[in-house]
């Protein structure tokens, strides 16, 4: 398993709470803090250490350790000034990954000229997931990097008989091939040698800007 990270969440609710019980899953450590008793009692039974207290205030967050943990996520309901102040005091306090839910597109404007490193708006992120799921067979997931990355499962056809490196993909079509299944088999293998040879019916796993990925022969 990678390094286990610490990660604080300022704001239990559903974006907040949801995202700490994924990082308790994936085996790291998740500490939360919010003001409302109930969203705390409710988080007690699946993170780390939970606080109920104002998260705005940076004397708490100090207090609490904030300041050394790996990444601090601030998911605050619908106060934008909240959110920012937020911000601030985590950059006040020289936390090194400050990620922030954003519920505007002010709301990202501002935290964007404060230098937040991510901002995310998770409905926005979840209906373009989906959206590029049904407009595209095979997607596994379409990444946010800025330039219309994606990744995609496709079945060889035209390909079959050919190794990886006769394709050469990363220098013919700009795309890298990152894991294969074999015909008949249930799981991946990842980072494929470059002289194994494709079957009719092997699924790749692709990676590469959308443009050059979905205009591959495969």
Known sequence: MAKKIEIGVVGLGKFGYALAESVKELGHVAVGVDA??????????????????????????????????????????????????????????????????AISPEHE????????????????????????????????????????????EVKVERWAGKSLRDLNLPATHRVQVVAVKREGESRFSFVPRPDQVLNEGDVLVLLGHAEDVLELPH
């Not at 409302?36 to 609490?64: P, Y």
């Not at 934008?80 to 006040?92: F, H, K, R, Y």
């Open 36 to 101: 409302d008793e109930a969203m705390v009692r409710r988080a007690q039974v699946v993170l780390d250490q939970v606080f109920q207290a104002d998260g705005t205030d940076k004397k708490v967050l100090e207090q609490l350790g904030f300041q050394n943990l790996d990444y601090v996520v601030v998911s605050i309901g619908k106060s934008m000034e909240a959110s920012i102040l937020v911000a601030m005091n985590l950059q006040e306090l020289g936390v090194k990954n400050i990620w922030v839910k």
């Open 109 to 152: 404007k501002v935290l964007k000229r404060l230098g937040v490193h991510f901002v995310v708006f998770p409905e926005q992120f979840v209906a373009r997931q989906l959206a590029h799921r049904m407009a595209v067979p095979g997607i596994l997931d379409y990444l946010p990097l800025g330039e219309g990355v994606l990744v995609q």
